[in-house]
């Protein structure tokens, strides 16, 4: 499955933005999709991530009350959506893909990056 992220930018601390991830194919909506992010000069780490079916839904805690992650199933995307970010979200953001909701910290799949900027 090839995986397209976009919606990120520059946004001021306090803002939103709504990320999308989505891909070719019907087969997108038998995987479990993940965003992770990747500050410079950081590891990359797990955000969020939803089931197929998008029943359930995994957040790190650090973003817990600030990001959902839903699926649109007419739209074939998975999307993230940030509320009062902080500049300590900026990074790179990338969605991956995985058999299992379990199996997402290992993904099989990657998209290219988005960049979120959160301005001070």
């Known amino acids: 499955v090839q995986l397209q992220a976009s919606g990120g930018g520059l946004v001021q601390a306090g803002g939103s933005l709504r990320l999308s991830c989505g891909a070719s194919g019907r087969a997108f909506g038998r995987y479990a999709v993940g965003w992770f992010r990747q500050a410079p000069g950081k590891e990359r780490e797990f955000v969020a991530a939803?089931?197929?079916?998008?029943?359930?839904?995994n957040v790190t805690d650090s973003v817990r009350a600030r990001f959902t992650i839903s699926r649109d199933v007419n739209k074939n995307t998975v999307d993230l959506q940030m509320n009062s970010l902080k500049p300590e979200d900026s990074g790179v953001y990338y969605c991956?893909?995985?058999?299992?909701?379990?199996?997402?910290?290992?993904?099989?799949?990657w998209g290219q990056g988005t960049l979120v900027t959160v301005s001070s």
């Open positions: 991956a893909a995985a058999s299992t909701l379990r199996g997402i910290y290992e993904p099989g799949y």
């Open positions: 939803v089931s197929w079916a998008g029943g359930t839904t």
